[in-house]
């Protein structure tokens, strides 16, 4: 007996304090809830696929200045290769005077500007003639462009015409000078060495023509 209430006595202190701590908490304190686990919102930043670039006197702002795109190249290409020499095919008018004809594409005329360079090849001439316009207007509603050989003398030159049906090209060089016609359409091009005309006109043009000009007064006769 003896040890069973020696060992009753601890196990009454335990519960005593367990108890007396229980009564300590009050009794109208519920324990807190776990605390929801709320998602947060994810920003993104999109990027464009232009460049931009924020303001640099509004840091912060909203507003983006966009960035202009680049200049597209100039309208037209900068060269046009019309035709070149061994494209040319021989032919006589009736009284021998040779021709040259090929077939080119005619999309550049529509694409003239100042500053292009036009080459073509040229009988008689070894190197390509390159031509770059420097000037062009209107006479008579028909636009008209001038070019000069930029390797050339002043006096090497082209002006091209085009009409409404065909395009009149005249070339002078140190060799001579060049008309070309050319279709609109079909592109039918017709290259003549005015040297030759010449030579059909006069094979004997030797003669040298002075200027006009007027003559002058008759000497008055001395008296007899």
Do not use: C, F
């Amino acid at each position: 007996m003896r040890t069973l209430w020696m060992i009753g006595v601890p196990v009454a202190v335990l519960a005593g304090v367990a108890g007396a701590l229980w009564l300590s908490q009050p009794t109208d304190t519920a324990p807190a809830p776990l605390a929801a686990s709320t998602p947060q919102p994810v920003s993104v930043s999109l990027q464009p696929q232009i460049s931009a670039t924020a303001p640099s006197s509004a840091e912060g702002s909203d507003t983006i200045e966009l960035r202009a795109p680049a200049a597209k190249a100039a309208a037209g290409q900068a060269r046009h290769e019309l035709w070149q020499a061994k494209q040319l095919r021989e032919s006589a008018l009736a009284d021998g005077t040779p021709q040259y004809h090929t077939d080119i594409d005619t999309a550049w005329l529509s694409e003239l500007s100042v500053g292009q360079e036009l080459v073509m090849g040229l009988p008689g001439v070894e190197q390509p003639v390159r031509v770059q316009l420097d000037s062009t207007h209107n006479n008579a509603g028909v636009p008209v462009w001038q070019g000069a050989l930029p390797e050339g003398s002043e006096i090497e030159r082209m002006t091209l015409v085009r009409g409404a049906l065909e395009t009149h090209i005249s070339v002078t060089t140190l060799q001579g000078t060049y008309s070309v016609i050319i279709d609109n359409r079909s592109g039918r091009t017709v290259v003549t060495n005015e040297n030759d005309l010449a030579r059909r006109a006069d094979p004997h043009g030797d003669t040298v023509e002075l200027p006009a000009g007027e003559l002058p007064p008759p000497a008055i006769p001395a008296n007899s």
